[in-house]
């Protein structure tokens, strides 16, 4: 990964969270309706897999489909052991994970895999090292293992489309901002639910700056950005904004939407199927 775990992990010292405690248990469990409906998002990868550039990432595709779904089942597990019920997930991680899903294979790599489960995992770490029920660890661990590779994935398809399509890389640094706007603009509403007096969620916003400041430096790493987002002019967001929607159009119009069924022949897999 562009951004390893000792990086990437926030460091909460020794606050944790009592599952013993109500209270406790009511956050978490509104935390984990969350990403309950993340994790059914995993069904979208029936849509990238049919759309996949070449045989290796539908493979890979056909495997985290089902470890996102496996996901569910671990997010049921940790339900029941904190012992709440599933709930409907906020509006906003709805449009997150499904209203602004990408048209381009580019779009998904980038925006959806390398930074949006970087995103999810920086949570994941947060939540492996801060709940103090051993059980619950150990499932977000091991779905943690998986996310990485989901990252990684998308961090190298992130690196050969742009070196195929290098003019993508305006669209989609416009589209990291317009994220990283929204989320910096939901700090203050998020902070406002939250219980007072907490020794996890005393340290929230120092750790939301944390995962805002790695997610804008993953957009660097990944080669959208020459600075950080935050030192992008005024003058140079809003034109990168404000064009963002016709430079998406056009770029989605450009796009090759040959499916593997077309250009079978001259993948790697049936080229050199011993390096396959
Ligand atoms: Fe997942
Ligand atoms: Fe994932």
Not at 111 to 138: C, H, N, P, Q, S
Not at 159 to 182: E, H, T
């Amino acid at each position: 990964m562009l951004i390893e775990r000792n990086e990437l992990q926030f460091d909460f010292g020794d606050a944790r969270f009592d599952t013993r405690q109500e209270r406790d248990r009511a956050f978490l469990g509104w935390v984990f309706d969350q990403f309950l409906y993340g994790e059914v998002t995993g069904i979208q990868c029936g849509h990238w897999l049919y759309r996949a550039p070449t045989l290796a990432a539908a493979s890979f595709l056909a495997r985290q489909a089902a470890e996102e779904l496996s996901h569910v089942k671990r997010i049921r597990k940790i339900q029941e052991l904190l012992d709440v019920k599933p709930a409907d997930a906020h509006r906003a991680v709805k449009f997150l994970s499904t209203g602004m899903m990408g048209g381009t294979w580019g779009e998904h790599v980038c925006l959806e895999m390398a930074l949006g489960e970087g995103l999810v995992l920086t949570i994941f770490y947060a939540l492996a090292t801060t709940i103090d029920d051993e059980g619950i660890r150990k499932i977000v661990e091991s779905a943690c293992l998986d996310e990485e590779r989901h990252v990684t994935f998308g961090e190298a398809e992130t690196a050969a489309w742009l070196a195929r399509f290098p003019g993508d890389r305006a669209v989609f640094l416009g589209q990291a901002l317009l994220q990283w706007m929204a989320m910096r603009r939901l700090k203050n509403f998020a902070l406002k639910k939250l219980p007072p007096g907490h020794p996890v969620l005393g340290k929230f916003s120092a750790f939301y700056d944390h995962t805002l400041e790695k997610f804008d430096l993953r957009a660097r790493k990944l080669g959208l950005a020459d600075r950080p987002l935050r030192e992008i002019p005024l003058v140079a967001r809003a034109v990168l904004l404000l064009s963002l929607p016709f430079r998406t159009f056009l770029m989605r119009r450009r796009r090759p939407k040959r499916l593997l069924t077309e250009t079978y022949l001259s993948d790697e897999w049936i080229r050199s199927p011993d390096k396959a």
